[in-house]
């Protein structure tokens, strides 16, 4: 399987099984056109039409160099993962959790998922004590991994602060204890965040999350305090700050674009303008015809708004202001490994959410929904149908995913949007689909232009 287009100029192909990506000259990308999926004459007609436009020894190079790359197994190569499935043992280990510390939060975001932060049950805040069992749940389930990752999560996490740092120490107790490691990531919205709090997330945090949407229009727009009022003015000062403590240390600045902001990438450029320089916008992921929601005559303009950041992209980094952009940030020499390439970020296998009251869900945004309940960190795991659900799931038992040129670089998609909008976590979310396939082209491009 292939991948061809193109982007400003520059011709490019993905070779979709080896990962190889090739940049083209014209004439080779036409004739590429010609072929079929595993590299033979599909369309003489057309062959013959750019032999009448150019001339035969254009078109006979062409084929020779893309003939070449096949033979070199760099492109219409034959799917490697496939035959791996049925040797594939599918029991897994638990390797990560994400923790809500809180089910509640000092703002009221417009899209949250998770309601005003109570995921549309009680508010509450997770104990100690649930803290605890869940890490010694991650060690239990943990098998032979040796590093383990813990979220804080929320609602707003840093309302129960105290938990946090018991979680820690109680988590670098058992290190000891074990021979594990533990990394962790704190998501916050800033408000709460102090010097006390900041110097001691810096020491402690792998990585930190602190969401704020771009210009203070569109973040007031969005991201209120209780009393209705922006947030902007009250993070956006906490956040430089804490950014600015990092120095190299893992951080994003990440934000939420709607349908009311389309225009994204001003607020990407508004975060490196900041000075800011780990930023990740995200496509809102809202019920349909919420008003905020990206729909399906929107996505013309989101494939146009995310070339014209690549763009802005590429030319603020040769300027000197070398941000990254998380959807840009691609390894075409590594990147993940194929367990990942084929059942992505292990939501309800190696990873799952913990609610206050120590309930297990696939991830966080599975949160509150019955048929999802996964156990609990006091009794383990439930023998769940739920859960085998997740485990015999992959980009080959997903129909739309098998005939996709993106399937290794979404790894199918995010199985609680596909969940959302179609109650099927083998069906992905078009829009979302649409979307990453974009950003897939434009993270090329960037690469070839840094080349």
Excluded at 177 to 194: H, I, M, W
Excluded at 380 to 401: E, H, N, Q
Excluded at 414 to 436: H, M, S, T, V
Aim: hydrophobic residues 35%; aromatic residues 10%; contains cysteine.
């Amino acid at each position: 399987m292939v991948h061809s287009f193109h982007l400003d100029g520059t011709y490019m192909v993905l070779d979709v099984n080896s990962g190889s990506v090739h940049v083209l000259d014209e004439a080779a990308f036409r004739v590429l056109q010609c072929l079929d999926g595993s590299g033979e004459i599909s369309d003489s007609p057309g062959l013959d039409a750019i032999r009448a436009n150019t001339c035969d020894s254009v078109v006979d190079e062409s084929l020779s160099e893309l003939m070449e790359l096949k033979s070199a197994n760099l492109l219409f190569t034959e799917d490697p993962y496939r035959e791996m499935l049925p040797k594939w043992n599918k029991s897994t280990a638990v390797k990560a959790l994400c923790l809500h510390i809180a089910h509640d939060c000092n703002l009221r975001c417009s899209y949250c998922f998770a309601g005003t932060g109570e995921y549309k049950g009680a508010r509450a805040m997770m104990t100690p004590e649930v803290g605890r069992k869940a890490v010694d749940f991650l060690i239990a389930g943990s098998g032979n991994r040796k590093n383990l990752e813990v979220d804080f999560f929320g609602g707003e996490p840093l309302m129960n602060f105290d938990t946090v740092k018991e979680i820690v120490a109680h988590a670098r107790r058992r290190e000891d204890e074990t021979g594990k490691q533990f990394r962790f990531t704190l998501t916050t919205n800033a408000v709460l965040l102090d010097d006390e709090k900041m110097a001691w997330a810096d020491e402690v945090m792998h990585n930190i999350v602190l969401s704020i949407d771009g210009r203070p229009e569109v973040n007031d727009a969005m991201r209120r305090r209780v009393d209705g009022t922006g947030s902007y003015s009250r993070i956006l000062p906490n956040i430089r700050k804490m950014a600015a403590l990092r120095k190299g240390k893992s951080y994003y600045v990440r934000g939420t674009f709607t349908r009311a902001n389309l225009d994204f990438t001003e607020d990407v450029l508004h975060l490196a303008g900041l000075g800011f320089d780990q930023i990740s916008v995200e496509p809102v992921v809202a019920n349909k015809d919420s008003g905020l929601d990206i729909r399906e005559e929107d996505l013309d303009r989101c494939r146009q708004e995310y070339e014209r950041l690549a763009k802005a992209y590429v030319m603020e980094r040769r300027n000197g202001n070398r941000f990254n952009f998380f959807h840009f940030m691609m390894d075409l020499e590594g990147g993940p490994c194929v367990a990942k390439r084929l059942r992505g970020c292990g939501s309800g296998t190696e990873y799952m959410a913990v609610t206050p009251e120590g309930e297990l869900y696939p991830c966080h945004q599975f949160v509150g929904q019955p048929e999802f309940l996964l156990g609990n960190v006091f009794d383990g795991l439930s023998d769940s149908t739920a859960r085998d659900m997740f485990i015999d799931t992959t980009v080959y038992s997903k129909p739309d995913c098998d005939a996709c040129w993106a399937k290794f670089y979404c790894s199918g998609g995010c199985a609680a949007n596909a969940w959302q909008f179609n109650k099927d976590i083998r069906k992905p979310y078009r829009i979302g689909c649409e979307l990453e396939k974009k950003r897939v082209e434009c993270a090329l491009w960037v690469k070839a232009q840094e080349v």
